[in-house]
Structure formats: structure tokens, C-alpha cells
């Protein structure tokens, strides 16, 4: 099946830092996604990629998927206390009529003030 | 107010006795799916619902059953509880998957721990 490989899967950065973090697939993508969750609510989409070459911001977050379709990063400037969480990226899949979303296995991001 | 409602929050139950955590949406959305989520391993699908009375199996359906008998509910069952089903578990809606403006709405999460 599809795998996707998020790195890196942990990071401790001082607030004012910028931050980056990608994900890889072993197969080409239609679409990347990237979430984030908040410690103990389920996770909220940020920003949608749909085309090969699209840069995407969304305020402070700024995502782009790869020209060869198998990988996308999302990078975070002037990291505040607020951005704390976990940041999956997330591929969605189309077989046989039905459609579902894989995702990576996260990015945990600690922020110090 | 759009919501994804999961119930309940925080539920710890024995090996083998039958549960359910249920899952209900207000934005008549078509699409409904279920996620675990483990420590180092991401969020992974247990079942999915393009429509009523439509499931499929996710990545990991072993052991959890799910219906969809009306549009707005989608409840996950577990008939016979094990340990390894401790987890973090998601409910998630959508219009439809694969729409621009259809991102997965998720429910605050279901803790469940299995002795």
C-alpha cells in the first residue's frame, strides 16, 4: 500500500525560529495534505496542495508539493508558543469508486518561549 | 455550530466486554471514518463510509465493526475488547473526499483503555 514517510519526527526549536518539515512517498500523489493537532483535539487541515509545483501559504505556514509528485514540505516562520503540536501530512486515495486519507506518522514540534 | 461529536471522551473497559463510541455529525456529511491513533504510528484508518448503509474496510479493521444506518451517526463498535485496541481513537466527516472545499472535520477524540 501507500507509505508515507514524514520526518523529521520531533523537534524542540526556540520560539522566533523557522521550521521545516517534509514528507516522502514510494508512489506518485494527487493531492497532499497537511493537518495539525492541537494536544488533546483531533487534528484540523491547513492547507490543501492539488497540483505538481503548487506553493501554498496560509499566514505563518507556507506548503509545496513536489514537482515529481512524491513529496511535499510544510514550513513554519516565526514559530510562536501557539504553533506546539503535531503536524501530519496526508495523502488522499482513490480505488475502485471509494476514497480514503493515508496519513504520516506526524512531526511533533515543541516551541520554547 | 458545525461539529463532529465522539462519546465518550474517556472510556476504560475490561478484555471482552462489548463497547461502542459513537459518532455524530451535523453538516450532513456523506463521508464518515473512523482512526486509531498510537504513539509512533500515525493515524491509521479503521473503517470508512462513503454513504448510508456504504462501509469499507480501512488499514486496520481487525476487531472493530462499524453501520451506518442514517447519514449523521456512525458508531464504532468493539465486540470483544482487547489490550492492544488501548488507543486514541478519531472519528471524521466530510462532504465527500477528493473536493476542494471538503476538508475532514474531526471529532475531540475517544481515549479508550482496555485492561
Known amino acids: 500500500g501507500q507509505q508515507l514517510n514524514q520526518s523529521p519526527q520531533s523537534m524542540f526549536i526556540q520560539e522566533g525560529e523557522d521550521v521545516s518539515m517534509n514528507c516522502t512517498s514510494s508512489s506518485i500523489f494527487n493531492t497532499w495534505l497537511w493537518y495539525k493537532q492541537d494536544p488533546g483535539e483531533g487534528p484540523v487541515l491547513l492547507i490543501a496542495l492539488y497540483k505538481a509545483g503548487e506553493l501554498t501559504s496560509n499566514g505563518r505556514l507556507t506548503a509545496q508539493f513536489g514537482i515529481t509528485r512524491k513529496d511535499s514540505f510544510l514550513n513554519i516562520s516565526a514559530s510562536i508558543p501557539s504553533d506546539v503540536g503535531i503536524y501530519f501530512c496526508?495523502?488522499?486515495?482513490?480505488?475502485?469508486?471509494?476514497?480514503?486519507?493515508?496519513f504520516g506518522k506526524g512531526t511533533k514540534l515543541t516551541v520554547n518561549p | 455550530e458545525a461539529q463532529v461529536t465522539q462519546n465518550p471522551r474517556y472510556l476504560i473497559t475490561v478484555t471482552g466486554k462489548k463497547l461502542t463510541v459513537t459518532c455524530s455529525q451535523n453538516?450532513?456529511?456523506?463521508?464518515m471514518s473512523w482512526y486509531r491513533q498510537d504513539p509512533g504510528l500515525g493515524l491509521r484508518q479503521i473503517y470508512y463510509?462513503?454513504?448510508?448503509?456504504?462501509?469499507d474496510k480501512g488499514d486496520v479493521p481487525e476487531g472493530y465493526k462499524v453501520s451506518r444506518k442514517e447519514k449523521r451517526n456512525f458508531p464504532l463498535i468493539l465486540e470483544s475488547p482487547s489490550p492492544n485496541q488501548t488507543s486514541l481513537y478519531f472519528c471524521?466527516?466530510?462532504?465527500?473526499?477528493?473536493?476542494?472545499?471538503?476538508?475532514?472535520?474531526f471529532g475531540n477524540g475517544t481515549r479508550l483503555t482496555v485492561t
Open positions: 471524521a466527516s466530510s462532504p465527500t473526499v477528493g473536493n476542494y472545499n471538503s476538508p475532514l472535520h
Open positions: 496526508a495523502e488522499q486515495i482513490s480505488q475502485g469508486g471509494s476514497e480514503k486519507l493515508v
Open positions: 463510509s462513503m454513504n448510508v448503509e456504504v462501509t
Open positions: 453538516m450532513n456529511h456523506e463521508y
